[in-house]
Nanobody, 126 residues
Framework: QVQLVESGGGLVQPGGSLRLSCAASERFFSRYAVGWFRQAPGKERDFVAR????????YYADSVKGRFTISRDDAKNTVYLQMNHLKPEDTGIYYCAVPGGSYVCPGKGGNDYDYWGRGTQVTVSS
């Protein structure tokens, strides 16, 4: 079992920034790809970004490309999502997730991931 805990959410004005963290309990976390998803009220959960066990391999949804950056610090068992130039449509609950095995590169679908955190709320509003 991999336990994930997100943090760093909050209320921010449009154009502002936030950095989300995803802390993992897994001893071999460095071997796992990690994804970020978000869910706005009344909408389905959407893929945001993914980073493989090789930190240089990242992938973003078109809606956040150029504004968000995913990174990882394996010494701290933590993955980050730096969010800049935030827009009201970025509002939602943000979740991190990992697949069921190490060295597995998941796609953009939520079904590709087996372990999820409880999420952190991000609200972008003036």
């Amino acid at each position: 079992q991999v336990q994930l805990v997100e943090s760093g959410g909050g209320l921010v004005q449009p154009g502002g920034s936030l950095r989300l963290s995803c802390a993992a309990s897994e001893r071999f976390f460095s071997r796992y790809a990690v994804g970020w998803f978000r869910q706005a009220p009344g909408k389905e959960r959407d893929f945001v970004a993914r980073i493989s066990w090789t930190a240089g391999d990242t992938y973003y949804a078109d809606s956040v490309k150029g504004r968000f950056t995913i990174s990882r610090d394996d010494a701290k068992n933590t993955v980050y999502l730096q969010m800049n130039h935030l827009k009201p449509e970025d509002t939602g609950i943000y979740y991190c997730a990992v697949p069921g095995g190490s060295y597995v590169c998941p796609g953009k679908g939520g079904n590709d991931y087996d372990y999820w955190g409880r999420g952190t709320q991000v609200t972008v509003s003036s």
